[in-house]
């Protein structure tokens, strides 16, 4: 089961997948409270998880199904891509079609180099 499956039966089916332990040892809070994050609705759901890692997987599940309403949610996930288009937009200035433009000519070295000047510019860790 994956936990796409999970993340539907909590904002849809409200179906419980968890039925024994085998079940909730393939439950990946991460994944699934990532996939709470992306939704306007869900967020503060998600990351009341987040901040409870210590709790077993069916209860972090049995509250995201008892408390998250019921709706089909299409969430956009944010890749990689926009990460480095973002990063790219605010090194050189660019605009997003110049700047995805450019990430076809630049290596992953170049991007991460980016990424690390802008970290440490505004003050943060590496």
Known sequence: MSPFDFANSIN???EDLIVD???EKEYNPFIVNRAMGFGKDTIIAGNEMNARP???NKL???FL?????KAKRYNKWLKAEEENIEAIQE???YSFIKAKEALSI???TEIDLIKLHLNTSKGGKV
Request: charged residues 35%; neutral net charge.
């Open 12 to 14: 849809h089916t409200k």
């Open 21 to 23: 332990e085998r079940t």
């Open 54 to 56: 210590h709790l077993d």
């Open 60 to 62: 972090q599940y049995d």
């Open 65 to 69: 199904r008892s408390v998250v309403r």
């Open 91 to 93: 090194f050189f200035g």
């Open 106 to 108: 630049l290596t992953e």
